[in-house]
């Protein structure tokens, strides 16, 4: 399928892409790997007037390190994430569920930013950075802020990100200490979005559960933690993991499609939460 | 007529060639339809119904005409005066069968969404994309029917206005006193299985390009067709051009499946649009529009029941099937249910079968031939039955089958349902099966986890499985009312320099015929396997020709190529015989050269032969020279491939999850012309038989909107979801075609299906799990094994079970 | 109802390299570049299945990677380098002596008979080189797992894993089983190779 016409501007820097925002307003959509917008604009469900492409702007890709926090230009692609020498070494819970986003192909094109920016719930990036506490760090014409990730995920593909503002970077925390994780995944096939995911993530020794974190995929209108499930274990034994996982389905809104029903997501979420957190445990 | 043991010299055939295709293939130097670009091309876009049944009020294209680019655009009102009637379906199945009038363009009254209401053309495919935004279409929605139950209630709403009901058909066939089988039974086994909708999905979309006349008074349409010549026929018979007067090629086709078998409106469309512009027109199908607008497959219900005697042996059979026609006929929707009429009662001996099919039409994509065609739905609905009945007799699967099945001795046989089983060894092919499988040791280890209360379940399943291919007997169907023969031809030319032209009817899309009939060829005529060239596709070099599907293209055209070397062998036999003064008689021909018994250096070759014709200075007063020959060969009957195939499965009771553990296909095809493409089929065959049982359903909502509108959301296996096969053969050839071949193309597709379902229903029976509703998602299981629960806590006895009950 | 500009007000110039040949044209910022390569450039090898960046046949090398060039904007690979299909034989090949220059995957794909129809194979081939390119030795299950992203409809996977298992061999420098066509003549059995369990085994003829 072909996509409506639009007008094309390549912006050179982000204040460029700003200053595009700023005047086309609603009718403009930024295009990073263009693999969650150009899909939706060739099936002439999305038709921007105008499309601001990001990627000539070189200092969004990258990952430098922020001290406390990895600092991910928004521009690096999946691809770079997975491989990225500083995130394996602080923050590999980010490189093992990236390597989980679509196939190798779209790895190669997609961006974090991107990921992160559509504010899919059935994506699996957004849980993560939300489990994480991340934060991302937008540019707007009064210059950048910054939003942390329980403030990002307003609505069903929605964010807080307001129309004149680039999404420029990600900051995910170092993990310090002793931190374990597992991403299940659970979808139809290799390449189709998940019908659920548990991304659990623990931190503690000798059985003890100092942190825990679950971010749960396709849960709701926006992605979610299972909150319940962490203060259960926070503190708790790992054997309490099997009753916490319970709780997982707690305070989620799973949508209903083709796949599963409501009842039959909440089921999933807790089996897939009990295995993600024995396994990051292990 | 026996098989030949050897083909003369045997030095091609029987052994892996690797394919000549693939040179051009696995460099990208194609020709696909898509591919070409001819001087001053329009493209073609088509203005589709987002309505599943609508009054069409107004169709108005006057604002696209407006739009950049736009060169014509056309209602279905405007092109209506083109049609010699609507789009062809040649299998009218009963006298009485309802057939809506099917319009290229609708003009009235659209059926399904997708169904096309307008058409522009523009001077490129982005202009005529955005053009047909701005055809305004007035809908006055109509009822709306996708329940094929509901359609045959009593006052129902009608798919078609201009239809009485929404029966197109009533077939029955019964064979056997099918009332005494049942009176007398011991076990009565009943059940509903559901075969879910599928799309074919061939890699390639469909494409079609067609240019007015040029150099000659010809259209000639390329299309991304298995049929050209069908297609030829039935254009010129649906546009009113003149058969002699069109062209159609089939240039590289990049799968089919069977949703290649037909003709569509797009292709009389492109026609007419050229013949009225007097130009070339391009269109190219976008992979969701082709969800809508090519044909779908499968969508039965099947009420079964087989009835038992004491001994366990089968007395008798009764198949009540609603068959999904969708909002038309296309070329042989109502044929292929029909198909099971001769397929249910499988490798079986039972005194009767009873067949009815019932043909319902829906507010929906029209069904038609996909990968089996009748006889996956059979193959499925018998083999699950068996494993229920199985169940029911408290025997062992294999068991149950062993007693009722054909035993080898008893071949040639004669079916319940009036045809003959040539050949066959149900026996050798399950004994093989099993020994791959390591039956025994996985039964252990589900005993085991069984045992454990292993929240993964192990299950096995098994299909002994038969089908008819080459299709097929003209005589037979003439009798079924099909509106052609099954016959196929094959000519052969010897070139003056002894290199060989095979021109084929057959019009392969990725089945290998250039290797395989090269290799026939090749032995045949005792020539050099790089020295044959085999042409098909193109109405204008291979001029008669019934092409490819049904795995019918060897069964048929091989041994139609094989006549027609024999003729060419015997007319060089005679000028050899003439050239070197002796008696044909005393001719022996070996890997190309004529010698004379006793004469050792009195020979000459084919090839000498064929240029000494070629000069025809010197040949035998009672030929002509030319050793030019062709063969149209009509089978006596059909080929019946057979195999037996296993699968393990280990299903998460936790979640729903089936994981295909491992598969073991063993398939007895008869002879084999080329052992690689053959293994080739039957994984392709697998993936796709595997693929109807745990991943892909086209799914419509109330309102007939296909809800899997893409392929993001019907789910098409990839590498990733499938294991590598176990395959194997037993061999005994057919006895009804020279090269004692069978057909492949189906039988994984066929055989796979009911296999892997077994296997899922197998490891869930223990928690009273007697059925998974296609596909086998983990919803589908989730559910599956939630109702067995809910059934077995409200105290009534196993879902679905013992319905029928002991007799 | 959206505004639209007429077509052909909004043009922007690009220059791509595309098998080691640069072409500059003058494109619709909305245009696909697989559309860019097929009709402008000529890469026919290239070819479109899906609309929806799932079947992966579109499969091209961009900035050293495989990318799916139905999801990527002709305007956005301004600048690059492309490899296509029809770049991945060192010479223009021929008819006849099939395998001479051709890419240990084109040669792979033909000895296993990892093609059939072969309008996936393009994209399989070009998804397989960038997934060689980083695992010069991958299992069987890394082979399937890196081709999630392709589809093919004809084979079952089967012969493709092998394929590309094969070449990845060949890459390495390492000794190749034989081809299955090398076999007695006229016998009818294939013969079995290392590690291959599941090849087509001795064909029991039953009487």
New interface residues.
Partial sequence: MIPATFDYIRAGSVDEAVAALVEHGDEAKLLAGGHSLLPLMKLRLAAPEVIIDLGRVDDLRGVRDGGEHLAIGAMTTHDAVIKDPLVQEHCGVLADVTRTVGDAQVRHRGTIGGAIAHGDAASDLPPLLLALDGTVVVQGPDGRRNIRAADLFVDYLETSIREDEVLVEVRVPKLVGQWGWHYEKFGRVAQAWAIVGSCALIKGSNGTIEDARVGLTHMGTTPLRASATEATLRGASTDAIAAAAEQAAEGTSPPSDLNATPEFREHLARVLTRRALTAAAG | MTALD?PPT??NV??????K??????????Q?T??L?LNGMLHVALVRSPMAHARVTNVDVSAALEQ??VVAAFTGADLVSNWEGGLPCAWPVTEDMAAPVHLPLATDEVRHVGDAVAVVVAR????A??AI?HVLVDYDPLPVVTDMEAALADGADLADTSLSSNRSYTWQKIDGDIDAAFDGAAHVTTRRFIQQRLIP?????RSVVCEPPTHSREYTLWSATQVPHILRLMLALTCGVPEHELRVVAP????G?GSKLNVYAEEAICLVLARHLGVPVKWTE????GFLSTIHGRDQIQDLSIAFDADNRIKGLKVELMANMGAYLQLVTPGVPILGAFMFNAIYKMDALSFTCHGVFTNKTPTDAYRGAGRPEATFGIERLIDEAAHELGVEPFELRERNWIK?EEFPYDTVAGITYDSG?YE?ATA?AKELFDYDGLRAEQARRREADDPVQLGIGISTFTEMCGLAPSRVLGSLSYGAGGWEHASVRMLPTGKVEVITGTSP????HVTAWSQIAADQLGVDY?DVEVRHGDTAVAHKGMDTYGSRSLVVGGYAVVSACDKVVAKARKVAAHLLEASEDDLEFDRGTFSVKGSPDATTTIQDVALAVFAAHDYPEDMEPSLDSDATVDPENFSYPHGTHLCAVEVDT??G?VHLRSYVAVD?IG??IN??????????????GIAQAL?EEA?YDADGNL??G????Y????????P?????????PATTNPLGVKGVGEA?TIASTPAVINAVVDALRPMGVNDVRMPA???NV??AMRSARDASATGRSELGAREGGAA | MRRRRPEGTSVTRISITVDGTTYEDDVEPRRLLVHHLREQCGRTGTNVGCDTSNCGACTIHMGGTSVKSCTILAVQADGEEITTIQGMAEKAPGVRDETEGWHPLQKAFHVEHGLQCGFCTPGMIMASAALLAENADPSEDDVRQGLEGNLCRCTGYVNIVRAVRRAAAEMRGEPLTTSPEEGTMGEADVTERAGDADRLRDVEVAP
């Fill in positions: 050897t045997a030095l029987g052994r892996t060639r690797l394919r295709e693939d040179a051009r293939l696995v460099t990208g130097r194609t696909w898509d591919n670009q950049p680019g490129s495919k982005y202009q994309a955005d935004e999905l061939a890699i390639e979309t590289d086709v990049g799968g499946f976008s992979r969701s529009e080898h060894n050798a093989k899309h990725g089945q290998g790089e936790e979640t999850h007895d002879k084999v052992p690689q493409i053959v293994e080739g089929q039957v994984h392709g065959g697998l993936a796709q991943f799914v809800t899997t893409s392929i993001i959301d789910y098409a296996p990839s590498a990733a979801d499938l590598t096969f176990v395959t194997d053969r037993t061999e005994t994984g998602s983990p919803r989730w559910e």
